[in-house]
């Protein structure tokens, strides 16, 4: 489509093209008639009316149009537009004269006049195609480099997270902290690899949760995680770390709990991607507030992916559960 769009924009290119298409379309409807004429005889009483309308077009386009009807300076385009195909019918009608192929003044009036409706119509398409196409490309260009953000940010905020807690258990078990570390560097390896990607196998996403719950489990041992997988959820391929922010927030609120827990589903059904997660959490006067990053990127990446989805969150006094429905996702060769 990208290599499409920038020979569309050769200005020569583009021309040519519908010159020739043109010139094969009316020396056709030419042969047709019953006068018995040769191919170059054809050309001879075509080309000179053509080339002469077809260059009055361009020019009438690419100055009168362009510069008065697209700024809406009507004022100046009339009266130019005027004068400009009068000159036009006239000098056409001579050059008719001197070939003696002219018929009328009315019909060289008609001709001219029925010929630059076509081309400044045609002109018109034209601009809103290549404006359509102009506009894609900049949106294209925006949202891949949103998305690239979007992901990027993904690091620094787990970063921050795990680095806070490392400091945190390495104040009160020491001896635990290399194992902590090791296990911290393999999640984020998985990370940086994932974010290099559209979309990642499921199987390999659950992977990474399970050891994301197993690196929080060294930090609480009341905390009790219940995860059921249903279905072939592995033959879908979703947006890379797209449960990541979910599973962070219920680990992270259900820790501030006497009894933790995290429940997790994921299931398919329907030729759909389901996954829900249920945790524990304080009351709203109780519970200190996040900021909200993950849930917002979550929420933003499923916009810029354009993948179809439903997000639900439902928070009462002592658990909090999301669940988040995918569909049309890439299927696992």
């Known amino acids: 489509m990208k ?3 920038k020979i569309y924009s050769n200005f020569w290119f583009r ?3 519908v010159i020739v298409l043109l010139v094969c379309v009316f020396t056709f409807a030419a042969s047709a008639d019953k006068r018995e004429r040769t191919l170059s005889q054809i050309w001879i009483e075509l080309l000179p009316d053509f080339f002469i309308i077809y260059g009055a077009i361009i020019v009438s386009n690419l100055t009168m149009i362009k510069r008065y009807v697209i700024t809406k300076q009507y004022d100046k385009f009339f009266p130019l537009a005027f004068c400009y195909w009068t000159g036009v019918i006239i000098g056409k009608g001579y050059v ?4 003696h192929d002219f018929d009328s003044w ?3 009036t008609v001709n001219v006049l029925f010929f630059a409706f076509l081309g400044t119509g045609a002109y018109f398409i034209h601009l809103w195609t290549f404006n359509d196409i102009t506009v894609r490309e900049k949106r294209l260009v925006s949202t891949v480099a949103e998305l690239d953000f979007l992901k990027m940010q993904l690091n620094p905020h787990f970063l921050l997270n795990a680095m806070n807690n490392l400091y945190g258990e390495a104040l009160t078990n020491p001896n ?3 194992e902590r570390i090791l296990q911290l560097s393999h999640l984020l390896r998985y990370q940086l690899e994932a974010t290099k990607k559209e979309f990642v196998d499921v199987k390999d996403e659950i992977e990474f949760l399970n050891e994301y719950f197993n690196y929080y489990k060294f930090r609480s041992n009341n905390l009790i995680v219940d995860i059921d997988y ?5 033959k879908f391929k979703i947006p890379p770390l797209m449960y990541f922010s979910l599973v962070e927030n219920a680990i992270k609120f259900s820790l501030q709990t006497d009894n ?3 429940k997790l589903r994921c299931y398919e059904r329907n030729n759909r991607l389901f996954f829900e997660i249920e945790n524990s959490c304080l009351s709203d006067e109780l519970v200190q507030n996040g900021t909200g990053v993950g849930i917002k990127n979550l929420e933003r990446r499923l916009e810029v992916t354009k993948l179809p989805y439903k997000f639900i969150r439902n928070k009462t006094k002592n658990y909090y559960k999301t669940k988040l429905e995918l569909w049309e996702l890439p299927i696992n060769a």
């Open 106 to 108: 009315l019909i060289e």
């Open 3 to 5: 290599v499409l769009g």
């Open 176 to 178: 635990e902290t290399p």
């Open 230 to 234: 249903k279905g072939v959820v592995g």
């Open 96 to 99: 008719n004269m001197r070939t």
């Open 260 to 262: 933790p827990y995290v």
């Open 15 to 17: 021309n040519i093209v």
